[in-house]
Nanobody
Framework: QVQLVESGGRLVQPGGSLRLSCVAS????????MAWFRQDTGKERELVAS???????NYKDSVKGRFTISRDNAKNTVYLQMNTLKVEDTAVYYC???????????????WGKGTLVTVSS
């Protein structure tokens, strides 16, 4: 069964850095474009960064130059390096397949529990 486990979130001061990790199991990781999403309280989940199977990356405008997405296919893991963090980056961060969430056999979208990033002084 598909499982996504995010980690690395914590409280950090503005200007600080964090590295998030997401391990995917139950999927053929290397053939999937992957992405990081985030959702703040009361807001829609949004795409933050994506990485294709060949390593091409794309970013939401507000994080360009500050965030870097990468992947390690040998470890079934996608990373998000976040630098120069801002208060508005506060959210729960999730990973998933980039363009269509992983699904169960029954057709239900699979999401992990996410990891909470809080940027505050």
């Amino acid at each position: 069964q598909v499982q996504l486990v995010e980690s690395g979130g914590r409280l950090v001061q503005p200007g600080g850095s964090l590295r998030l990790s997401c391990v995917a199991s139950g999927v053929i990781f290397s053939i999937n474009d992957m992405a990081w999403f985030r959702q703040d309280t009361g807001k829609e989940r949004e795409l933050v960064a994506s990485i294709t199977t060949t390593g091409t990356t794309n970013y939401k405008d507000s994080v360009k130059g500050r965030f870097t997405i990468s992947r390690d296919n040998a470890k079934n893991t996608v990373y998000l390096q976040m630098n120069t963090l801002k208060v508005e980056d506060t959210a729960v961060y999730y990973c998933n397949r980039a363009w269509l969430p992983f699904r169960t056999v029954g057709g239900t979208d699979v999401w992990g529990k996410g990891t909470l990033v809080t940027v505050s002084s």
